[in-house]
């Protein structure tokens, strides 16, 4: 069986992740739509259709590769290119510019592969050595081919509050 449908008022009693967020909620219950009774759903079944369009440029996919373990961007939202100054398709977490956020994003990809289970939190981004600390709720969702390991991470982080301000800061810091 599939992902099992239920009403949205039974994704929100059993859901173990609450939001105060309407977009992080939209997100979790999709995921949570999918997965049914399985820990989680398998990458064919998502469908970008199915998620609200202004949403959609901050999304990150991750393909998860065993032997070596690796964490590779297979899908970099279109804010993260406006923000960052850079597509990281294709490329993995381990080429982050800022050696202590890379380090950072390993643990969380990691804690969500060891669990298997979507994890939220709250992160601290800092774009250069000096520069302001800034804070985003993140939503790390585990996708599932094969049911025995985790093969890809969703990822959801929205910080368009601060969208300008963290775009200022890497162009100062890495001149792009």
Known sequence: ??????????????????????????????????KGDRWAPAWNEWQWMELPANLIPYFIVIDVSYDPLDFVYRFWGTAYNTMHGMDFTHKSIREIRNPTTAENVLKKYLD?????????????LQTGQYDA??????????????GDRVDHVVTFADWRKDHNEIKQEHIRTYGY
């Not at 173990?16 to 979790?28: E, S």
């Not at 060891?114 to 939190?121: E, L, P, T, V, W």
Request: proline share 5%; with cysteine.
């Open 1 to 34: 069986m599939k992902g099992a449908i239920l009403a949205r008022e039974d994704y929100l009693r059993h859901s173990p992740i609450k939001f105060g967020d309407p977009d992080y909620q939209v997100c979790y219950e999709y995921w949570l739509s999918l």
């Open 112 to 124: 969500v592969t060891n669990s298997r289970q979507a994890i939220g939190s709250l992160d601290t």
């Open 133 to 146: 600390e800034h804070t985003q709720t993140t939503l790390r969702m585990p996708m599932s081919n094969t």
